[in-house]
């Protein structure tokens, strides 16, 4: 897993990162989420031992990453993927990455072929790709030495809608077998469609983190439907519980499932319907957990 713990850094007198925690379980995609700024690539940089932190620690498989022998066996990283020697051919870049780790060469191949590369791509120099090409060349690198664990920094950026839906099968079939995955990304409805989990950052700081269904819900809210909506309304009434039409034939009611069914029940109401509330989307979420200036760099 990857799990950091009170991750901080200040660069000066300006606090980039504060006291940031949240776990990457196996089997599962985190959705790493923030505006520009936020501390994003800060804290991904910090998990990874490439910026020391201030404060807190991050590990990853129960250690420290530099504490990890050859660590790209068991750990695959793109922060980014514009780090590439641009002279060098994407199949040398694979190639030179695969005798560092230690892995057979023939791997090159099918690492180019499951990331869409074509022989006449591996052939070009890495001077010549596209942003998109070069994202597919960091993840195949990435992948390279057959690691449990990704950690990938807006690896959609530069991707065509077809490549962006060939990285969501990928990271949700690795994750499917049991792999890690944290991804950061802005592009929320591709994070949405993939995440199991979500860390959203603002300023630095934590906003919010959970599963889809935790944070899209409305605390404390339920949705009631009743055969008779008056009788309904009366019943939640008498029993304290406010009750708010929602012009569809329903209320939405600040109270649990239990207190709304102990209402109805007593006055001998049907109901219809009965569920939790839901809030908008994420990216209204992410808005509204995000809005306000951002204090980092």
Request: glycine share 14%; charged share 20%; hydrophobic share 40%.
């Amino acid at each position: 897993m990857i799990e950091a713990i009170g991750l901080s850094k200040r660069y000066g007198d300006v606090p980039a990162v504060r006291d940031v925690s949240f776990r990457c379980e196996p089997g599962t995609v985190t959705g790493f989420l923030g505006p520009n700024g936020a501390g994003k690539s800060t804290t991904m940089r910090m998990i990874c031992g490439l910026t020391p932190p201030t404060g807190g620690a991050a590990t990853v498989k129960g250690v420290p990453y530099r504490r990890i022998a050859n660590p790209g066996r068991h750990v695959g990283v793109l922060l980014d993927a514009a780090a590439q020697h641009p002279g060098r051919t994407g199949r040398e870049v694979l190639t030179l990455t695969a005798d560092l780790l230690g892995v057979e060469r023939a791997r090159v191949g099918r690492m180019m072929e499951t990331v869409g590369l074509s022989p006449k791509a591996a052939r070009r120099r890495v001077g010549g790709y596209s942003l998109g090409m070069r994202q597919r060349l960091g993840i195949a690198q990435a992948l390279m030495g057959d690691p449990s664990v990704l950690i990938l920094d807006e690896p959609a950026n530069g991707l065509d809608p077809e490549g962006i839906f060939w990285m969501r099968t990928l990271l949700r079939d690795f994750a499917d077998r049991g792999g890690t995955v944290l991804l950061s990304s802005h592009l929320l409805r591709e994070v949405e469609a993939v995440a199991d989990r979500f860390v959203v950052i603002a300023g630095g700081r934590i906003a919010a983190q959970g599963t889809k269904a935790e944070l899209l819900t409305a605390p404390g809210g339920m949705v009631a439907r009743g055969l008779d909506p008056e009788a309904l309304e009366g019943a939640l009434r008498r029993a304290g519980l406010a009750a708010e039409p929602d012009g569809a034939g329903a209320f939405a009611v600040r109270a649990t499932a239990e207190q709304v069914g102990r209402a109805a029940a007593e006055a001998g109401v049907v109901l219809l319907e009965l569920r939790q509330a839901s809030g908008g989307g994420l990216e209204e979420l992410f808005m509204t957990l995000t809005s306000g200036p951002q204090e980092t760099r």
